[in-house]
């Protein structure tokens, strides 16, 4: 599947986003959906995980103020983020992964700064 991520943008520190990750196809044979997230010169960070089977794993750095969820009737993925702090500022991108047979996805990355 492709996928598509939107909903960054500015915000303010304290502020609130939800960012969505539509897939082009059915995500309901997709295990793992993820967000990552990534600055300039750093690597790419794994933010959260929802499973096809309704677990979800944080990363400690949101585990509080970012919620992932995913409704496969709709192929899309959610990642709610409250209270967000300037070092949250980075570009979100979404990736599915399906373990049998093996498939990987990214999507293009969506800006998130938040500043004042």
């Known amino acids: 599947v492709q996928l598509q991520a939107s909903g960054g943008g500015l915000v303010h520190p304290g502020g609130s986003l939800r960012l969505s990750c539509a897939a082009s196809?059915?995500?309901?044979?997709?295990?793992?959906m993820a967000w990552f997230r990534q600055t300039p010169g750093k690597e790419r960070e794994w933010v959260a995980t929802?499973?096809?089977?309704?677990?979800?794993i944080y990363a400690d750095s949101v585990k509080g103020r970012f919620t992932i969820s995913r409704d496969n009737a709709k192929n899309t993925v959610y990642l709610q983020m409250n209270s967000l702090r300037p070092d949250d500022t980075a570009v979100y991108y979404c990736?599915?992964?399906?373990?049998?047979?093996?498939?990987?996805?990214w999507g293009q990355g969506t800006q998130v700064t938040v500043s004042s």
């Open positions: 929802a499973s096809n089977g309704g677990t979800t």
């Open positions: 196809g059915s995500i309901a044979s997709i295990n793992v």
């Open positions: 990736k599915a992964v399906r373990i049998v047979p093996h498939y990987e996805s």
